[in-house]
C-alpha cells in the first residue's frame, strides 16, 4: 500500500515576464487502488498540478509538499520521481525525432526496473501491450511521437504507463483527441492495468465522458488553484448538469 | 500557456537568416592563379563569416609552405594510384579555385595525388587516403583527385588527422555513368588550420555521393562545389559536424545546374557546445536557364546544446527557369530542447542519458545514409566522446 499525499502545495509558472502563481495550496491523499478524478474549467491550474508533481522546469514549487510513502518528492530530480513509482500521462507528448519508440521504450524499462528487460520476455509485453491498445506494429519503429495523430500520442503514453507500472499515475486530460472507439481503447487499457496493479491514477479531465468508462472513487473540484469542492462519483453528474459557472465564480471571491 | 507552445516557440527561436546575396552565385570570379585574386579583407560575402587572423596568413601570401602532409594509402586491388607532377593535364579538370586559398593552394602545390577508379571496375574494397597535417606550426598545400572512370564503382575515405596549417584543393571527376562515395574526414588535433576547396564533377548520369565529416581542428573551411558534365547526373552531398568550444567550422556549398535532368539533395546536420563554439553553412544553389528539368532540395539542421555557442546558416536558391521539377531549401536552428529532455526524464531515463539519446536521434537521419560501416561506427564513437567531453 502507497500514498501520495500533497500538502498545501504552491507552484509559480515561471515566465519571461516573471512568475506567475498558478497553485494556490492544493491539499489532496491518494491511496493505491484508489482513483480519482481532479476536475475543473480551462485555466484552474489542473495541468500545473501534474506538471509541479512530475518537476517540469517551468514551474516553480514555492512551498508545500508532494511526499510519496513520506518521501520528499520535491527533493527528487524528474527522473528520479519517476523511478520512485510516479507516472505522468501528458497532455501534449514531445515528439524525439530519430530516437525510435522501441529504443525509447526499452531505454525507460530498464531505467525503471534497474535493469534491462530479458530481451524475450519484453518484446512479448510489448506486443501484447500494443495489442492491448490496437497499436499497430509498424509504430515500434517510428521515431517517438513524430507524426503521430492526437488519439496515437495517447494510446502511446498509457502505452508507456502498462511497461513503466507506476504506484501512481496522472493521467493529464488523457481522453481529449480521442474519438468514442479510441476512448474506449484507452480507457479499458487503464482499466486492465488497475485491476492487475495496485495502483493510484489521478485522472485530469474537463469532461465527464472520461469517467464513464473509468470509475472514479472520489471526484475534486479544482478551481482558482486549488480543490474547492471533494465529492463521490455523483459530483462529476453534478458538474456534468450544471457546469463549472458554480465554483469560478466562489474562487474568483 | 501550455508547455507545448513553447516547445514549437523554442524550436524555432533561431530560424535561419536567408540572404539574397548581391550579386549572383553566377559571377563568383574564379582562377588557377593566386595573384589573379585580391587579398580578402573579410567584408566579403565569401569571407564574412570566418575569422581572418585564424587563417595564419593562407589567404594573403604570407604562409608559404614549411613542410608537407603525409600520405598512408590503403586501396581496394582494382584501384590504381599515382603521384604526378604539376604539369599532369588531368589536373584541374573538375573545377576551377573560387576563392583566393583555394587558388593559392593551386598555385603552390607541388605534387597531386591521383587516385583512380578503371572503366567499368567495382572496387571490391573501400579505399583509404589518410592525410597526416605537416605538424604543430607548419604549413603545407597538397592537392588529390580521384577519378573514377566511364562506369567505375568505388567507395574511398579521405581522412585528414595530425596538426599544423593545411590548403588543399580535392577533385572529383566522375565519368559516365560512375558511381561514387566519398567521405572527406576532418578529424584535425585542436591546433590545425584547414581550408579546403573540393570539387565535384560529374558525368552524364553519374552518381555522387559527398559526405562530409567535421570534428576537429580550431579552423576548418570547406567549400564543395558540384557542376554537371551531362544530364543525368545525381549528386547526394550529406554533412556532419560537431563544433566545441572556440572550433569554427565552415562549409560553403555550391550546386551549380547548368544542364537539364540533373538531381542534387543536400544535408547537413551541425551540432555545437561551449563558448565561441561557431559553425557556418552557406548553401548555394544555382539553376541556369539551360538546366530544364533539374530536381534539387537542401536542408540544415543545427543543434545548439549549450550556451555560447552560434551557428549561422544561408541558404540561397537561384533559378532562372520555371522548367524545374522541383526546387527547395529549409534551415533550421535550435536550441537543445527542454521539453524533451523533461519528456525522456519523466519516464525514468537520468538527464545525461536523455540528452544523449536525443543528440544520438538529431544525427540518426544522416548516419543511416552513411553506408561504409567503419566510418559510421566511428562518427557514431565521435559523437559519444563529444557527448563525454560536456559532460553529458
Not at chain 2, 601570401?61 to 586501396?75: F, I, N, Q, R
Amino acid at each position: 500500500m502507497a500514498t501520495l499525499e500533497i500538502k498545501d502545495l504552491h507552484a509559480d509558472v515561471v515566465t519571461d515576464e516573471g512568475n506567475k502563481p498558478i497553485l494556490n495550496g492544493v491539499n489532496l491523499t491518494i491511496r493505491s487502488g484508489e482513483t480519482h478524478a481532479i476536475m475543473g474549467p480551462n485555466g484552474s491550474g489542473k495541468s500545473t498540478l501534474s506538471y509541479a508533481i512530475a518537476g517540469h522546469p517551468k514551474y516553480e514549487v514555492t512551498s508545500g509538499e508532494v511526499l510519496l510513502d513520506g518521501e520528499n518528492v520535491l527533493e527528487m530530480s524528474v527522473d528520479e520521481r519517476a523511478r520512485a513509482g510516479l507516472f505522468l500521462a501528458m497532455q501534449y507528448p514531445v515528439e524525439v525525432p530519430g530516437v525510435s519508440m522501441s529504443n525509447f521504450l526499452r531505454s525507460a524499462a530498464t531505467a525503471v526496473r534497474g535493469e534491462a528487460p530479458k530481451l524475450r520476455h519484453w518484446v512479448k509485453e510489448v506486443k501484447d501491450e500494443m495489442g492491448q491498445l490496437e497499436i499497430s506494429p509498424e509504430f515500434a519503429e517510428r521515431s517517438v511521437n513524430e507524426g503521430f495523430s492526437g488519439g496515437e500520442k495517447k494510446r502511446h503514453e498509457i502505452l508507456q504507463m502498462a511497461l513503466l507500472k507506476p504506484k501512481f499515475a496522472i493521467l493529464d486530460e488523457t481522453d481529449s483527441g480521442l474519438d468514442v472507439d479510441a476512448l474506449r481503447t484507452v480507457s479499458s487499457a487503464v482499466n486492465e492495468y488497475k485491476s492487475n496493479n495496485e495502483v493510484g491514477v489521478m485522472l485530469i479531465t474537463h469532461y465527464s465522458r472520461l469517467l464513464k468508462h473509468i470509475e472514479p472513487d472520489f471526484v475534486h473540484v479544482f478551481a482558482g488553484g486549488k480543490v474547492v469542492q471533494s465529492g463521490g462519483k455523483e459530483l462529476a453528474d453534478e458538474l456534468e448538469a450544471d457546469g463549472y459557472v458554480k465554483f469560478t465564480t466562489e474562487a474568483a471571491v | 500557456m501550455t508547455v507545448a507552445d513553447n516547445t514549437a516557440a523554442a524550436n524555432v527561436a533561431e530560424a535561419a537568416e536567408v540572404t539574397i546575396p548581391a550579386a549572383s552565385r553566377a559571377e563568383r570570379f574564379a582562377s588557377y592563379d593566386v595573384e589573379a585574386f585580391e587579398v580578402p579583407g573579410g567584408r566579403e560575402e565569401n569571407w564574412r563569416f570566418t575569422p581572418m587572423k585564424r587563417l595564419r596568413g593562407l589567404h594573403d601570401g604570407s604562409a608559404p609552405a614549411t613542410g608537407e602532409a603525409e600520405l598512408e594509402l590503403e586501396t581496394a586491388p582494382e584501384v590504381r594510384v599515382e603521384t604526378v607532377g604539376r604539369d599532369d593535364q588531368r589536373l584541374g579538370q573538375a573545377g576551377v579555385p573560387s576563392d583566393r586559398i583555394s587558388a593559392q593552394a593551386y598555385s603552390s602545390f607541388e605534387k597531386a595525388t591521383l587516385v583512380t577508379v578503371p572503366a567499368e571496375t567495382k572496387a571490391s574494397a573501400r579505399t583509404l587516403v589518410r592525410l597526416h597535417g605537416p605538424g604543430e606550426g607548419k604549413t603545407a598545400y597538397g592537392h588529390v583527385q580521384l577519378r573514377a572512370e566511364q562506369f567505375g564503382e568505388a567507395t574511398v575515405v579521405l581522412d585528414h588527422v595530425g596538426s599544423g596549417t593545411y590548403a588543399d584543393n580535392i577533385e572529383f571527376v566522375l565519368g559516365d555513368g560512375a558511381q561514387l562515395t566519398v567521405v572527406s574526414v576532418q578529424d584535425w588535433a585542436d591546433d590545425a588550420v584547414h581550408v579546403s576547396e573540393q570539387h565535384l564533377k560529374l558525368g552524364k548520369d553519374s552518381r555522387l555521393k559527398h559526405i562530409v565529416v567535421t570534428l576537429g581542428g580550431d579552423l576548418v573551411r570547406v567549400s564543395p562545389t558540384a557542376t554537371f558534365a551531362g544530364p543525368g547526373g545525381d549528386v547526394e552531398m550529406l554533412g556532419l559536424h560537431f563544433a566545441d568550444s572556440g572550433q569554427h567550422q565552415e562549409h560553403r556549398l555550391f550546386v551549380d545546374h547548368a544542364v537539364p535532368h540533373c538531381k542534387s539533395n543536400v544535408l547537413y546536420k551541425g551540432a555545437l557546445q561551449g563558448d565561441g563554439a561557431h559553425s557556418v553553412w552557406i548553401g548555394d544553389v544555382l539553376i541556369r536557364a539551360a538546366a530544364e528539368a533539374t530536381e534539387t532540395f537542401e536542408l540544415n539542421r543545427n543543434l545548439v546544446l549549450t550556451e555560447g555557442a552560434r551557428a549561422d546558416s544561408v541558404p540561397n536558391l537561384e533559378i532562372e527557369t520555371g522548367e524545374i521539377s522541383g526546387a527547395g531549401h529549409a534551415s533550421a536552428t535550435g536550441r537543445f530542447d527542454d521539453e524533451q529532455l523533461f519528456y525522456l526524464q519523466a519516464r525514468g531515463l537520468p538527464e545525461e542519458e536523455a540528452r544523449r539519446l536525443v543528440v544520438r536521434g538529431f544525427f540518426h537521419e544522416i548516419l543511416m545514409k552513411i553506408e561504409v560501416p567503419e566510418v559510421r561506427e566511428r562518427l557514431e564513437a565521435a559523437i559519444e566522446a563529444e557527448l563525454e567531453a560536456i559532460g553529458v
